[in-house]
């Protein structure tokens, strides 16, 4: 009679940034530049679009991209400019059952890294100011920014960085992301994986993993 080895626990956990640890969101900032709600959301469906800030995720250069839509948007100069320059607005608010899962973590001895598709002004941030702001992110060993290394989720690739930049196998790590398919890449090279749909839910996945959590 034969049995399977069960896997070995993950000793590290990479963590995705917005929409499991921080609640990134443009309206944190623009609620206060743009008091109308409606001129507001308008603002943000029809000038600061989607398809014109994913690709500094992908690589591209903010400062060049608010220069190509302020020449498209006279007038609105000011507004487009806070979308990156006063990026720290959008990222003010943490999921605190999320921030109080890595503090478990980081106390129970589990490595910390953090992979996100973001543009390149995040790691730096990462880095400095948002270590005063949200002290848990400093728990995090290393980051591995998209826009700054110009590769992103779910490409396997930069699930294969993290692993470089931690010195982990990915065999060892488990990867949480809200986004299935960013699930599905961290799977797709050998990683454990967390679709990230609640907190709760989040933690007993980790738990069931026998991370500390």
């Not at 006063?86 to 921030?99: I, L, N, T």
């Not at 890595?102 to 001895?109: A, D, F, K, N, P």
């Not at 993290?162 to 949480?176: H, K, L, M, S």
């Not at 699930?183 to 069931?208: K, N």
Request: glycine letters at 8%; a negative charge; hydrophobic letters at 40%.
């Amino acid at each position: 009679m034969s049995s399977k080895t069960p896997p070995p626990r993950p000793s590290v956990a990479v963590f995705d940034f917005g929409g499991v640890l921080i609640d990134w969101n443009p309206r944190h900032l623009y609620r206060s530049l743009i008091p109308d709600a409606a001129e507001m959301e308008d603002f943000l469906a029809q000038v600061t679009t989607r398809a014109w800030h994913e690709p500094q995720d992908h690589g591209g250069d903010p400062a060049a991209a608010t220069r190509a839509l302020q020449a498209l948007h006279p007038g609105k100069e000011e507004l487009i400019a806070a979308f990156y320059g006063r990026f720290d607005e959008m990222c003010a608010h943490a999921f605190a059952p999320m921030a109080d899962l890595v503090e478990r973590l980081h106390e129970g001895g589990t490595s910390l890294y953090l992979l996100s598709n973001a543009p390149n002004l995040l790691d730096p941030w990462l880095r400095g100011p948002a270590q005063t702001r949200h002290p848990f992110l400093g728990r995090f060993q290393n980051y591995v920014v998209s826009g700054l290394v110009g590769v992103s989720k779910p490409d396997a690739a930069i699930y294969q960085l993290v692993c470089r930049t931690g010195g982990f196998r990915p065999e060892e790590a488990v990867f949480v992301d809200d986004v299935l398919a960013n699930v599905e890449g961290a799977r797709a090279i050998g990683m454990s994986a967390v679709h990230h749909r609640s907190a709760d839910g989040t933690i007993a996945e980790l738990r069931t993993l026998g991370l500390p959590a």
